[in-house]
Antibody, heavy 115, light 108 residues
Framework: QVQLQESGPGLVKPSETLSLTCSVS????????WSWIRQPPGKGLEYIGY???????NYNPSLRSRVTISVDTSKNQLSLKLSSVTAADTAVYYC?????????WGQGTLVTVSS | EIVLTQSPGTLSLSPGERATLSCRAS???????LAWYQQKPGQAPRLLIYDASSRATGIPDRFSGSGSGTDFTLTISRLEPEDFAVYYCQQYGGSPNSFGQGTKLEIK
């Protein structure tokens, strides 16, 4: 059974870097692709980017200058870093399996950007 | 970026009725690379349909997807009480992936 679990600080100050981790179990971490998606409170879904098992990445152009997605295969973890955050980055952040459609999702973690 | 527009914004129906949700793309979605998700309050989205018409694992056959090019449809043949939720379409034929704004399916 594939399970994903996001973790990280729930509160980040403006201009700082948001850092989240997604722990994966029950799936081959090295033969799948893994994505981050976010959802501002009460709003729709926004694709952030993915890490492809070959080592390549793809980011939403609207966030590309601030986003880094990486993996630690020894720990079966996916990570997200988003720099220079503002209140507009307040959202529930999800990790999910896939780079096209997303068949398994974490439960999501709310990150609030506020001083 | 391909913009997806879902209609209607809210759909009010009763259990047992048929629901038809629409997703229109600003340009053709290559290879019918379109998915549908269901999201309930406080939960992560759940994949229902991928490649426009293929049901995901464990999804009841009352859910069906159709369409190609710029027009896609999710149909729920007979609504069950647990089907009332928000539904999103998502395209992955163009980069970046993008989602529609959602259709809320509510009990009438």
């Amino acid at each position: 059974q594939v399970q994903l679990q996001e973790s990280g600080p729930g509160l980040v100050k403006p201009s700082e870097t948001l850092s989240l981790t997604c722990s994966v179990s029950g799936a081959s971490f090295t033969t799948s692709s893994w994505s981050w998606i976010r959802q501002p409170p009460g709003k729709g879904l926004e694709y952030i980017g993915y890490f492809y098992y070959s080592g390549s990445t793809n980011y939403n152009p609207s966030l590309r200058s601030r986003v880094t997605i990486s993996v630690d295969t020894s720990k079966n973890q996916l990570s997200l870093k988003l720099s220079s955050v503002t209140a507009a980055d307040t959202a529930v952040y999800y990790c999910a399996r896939g780079r096209r459609y997303f068949d398994y999702w974490g439960q999501g973690t709310l990150v609030t950007v506020s001083s | 970026e391909i913009v997806l527009t879902q209609s209607p914004g809210t759909l009010s129906l009763s259990p047992g009725e048929r629901a038809t949700l629409s997703c229109r793309a600003s340009q053709s979605v290559s290879s019918s690379y379109l998915a549908w998700y269901q999201q309930k309050p406080g939960q992560a989205p759940r994949l229902l349909i991928y490649d426009a018409s293929s049901r995901a694992t464990g999804i009841p056959d009352r859910f069906s997807g159709s369409g190609s090019g710029t027009d896609f449809t999710l149909t729920i043949s007979r609504l069950e009480p647990e089907d009332f939720a928000v539904y999103y379409c998502q395209q992955y034929g163009g980069s970046p992936n993008s989602f529609g704004q959602g259709t809320k399916l509510e009990i009438k």
